[in-house]
């Protein structure tokens, strides 16, 4: 069946890093554009980035964009977001998606905290 598995997430203090990772299987992970969303508390589930199948390109939502970048390995069924240069405001759960397929993961929280 599909799974989609996201990881990586934990505390990290304003200026930080850290980098999450989807795992997949049940499908065929190269054939599609991937994304990433967040929902913090009391807001509604926003687009972070978005990925082309093959990943050479990549768009981001205005607030992360220089500070967050979006890869995938597409021999590894993965996609990645390394969070860089984190701020408080980064704080949510964060969920990688198959826009096409309609597939989620279970999210993974990102807290954003000195």
């Known amino acids: 069946q599909v799974q989609l598995v996201e990881s990586g997430g934990g505390l990290v203090q304003p200026g930080g890093s850290l980098r999450l990772s989807c795992t997949t299987s049940?499908?065929?992970?190269?054939?599609?554009?991937m994304t990433w969303f967040r929902q913090a508390p009391g807001k509604a589930r926003e687009l972070v980035a978005r990925?082309?199948?093959?990943?050479?390109?990549?768009i981001y939502t205005d607030s992360v964009q220089g500070r967050f970048t979006a890869s995938r390995d597409n021999a590894k069924n993965t996609m990645y977001l390394q969070i860089d240069s984190a701020k408080p405001e980064d704080t949510a759960v964060y969920y990688c998606?198959?826009?096409?397929?309609?597939?989620w993961g279970q999210g993974t929280q990102v807290t954003v905290s000195s």
């Open positions: 990925i082309t199948s093959d990943g050479q390109y990549a």
């Open positions: 998606h198959n826009e096409v397929l309609n597939y």
């Open positions: 049940g499908f065929t992970f190269s054939r599609y554009a």
